[in-house]
């Protein structure tokens, strides 16, 4: 399995980007796939969830509201969009893959995407 992420870039407080991530190999449809970041100095956090078929979604408290976790199981893709971003929202995003049933524990996915860097300006 690998992943590869794209969409990332420099946006204005309040903009949006779609962050996408391309799943290569069997069976996409049977993996939830996660939405992790990384800022400078901190560690990486769970952003986003969504589970494997047509998806439930989870989130972190600090995006619900503003992001949506999707995926077209046609086309091996998932997709972060990101709404009404804040300057605290600047992170290195990355896809993530697992065929267990885990939502939110970084240590449950085995799969990692390289990551794409979103940067909120103020």
């Known amino acids: 399995v690998q992943l590869q992420a794209s969409g990332g870039g420099l946006v204005q407080a309040g903009g949006s980007l779609r962050l996408s991530c391309e799943f290569s190999g069997p069976s996409f449809r049977n993996y939830f796939m996660a939405w992790f970041r990384q800022a400078p100095g901190k560690e990486r956090e769970f952003v986003a969830a969504?589970?494997?078929?047509?998806?439930?979604?989870y989130y972190a408290a600090s995006v619900k509201g503003r992001f949506a976790s999707s995926r077209d199981n046609a086309k091996n893709t998932g997709y972060l969009q990101m709404d009404s971003l804040k300057p605290e929202d600047t992170a290195v995003y990355y896809c993530?893959?697992?065929?267990?049933?885990?939502?939110?524990?970084?240590?449950?996915?085995?799969?990692w995407g390289q990551g794409t860097l979103v940067t909120v300006s103020s």
């Open positions: 993530a893959a697992t065929s267990r049933a885990v939502i939110s524990d970084r240590q449950g996915y085995d799969y």
């Open positions: 969504i589970t494997w078929g047509s998806g439930s979604t």
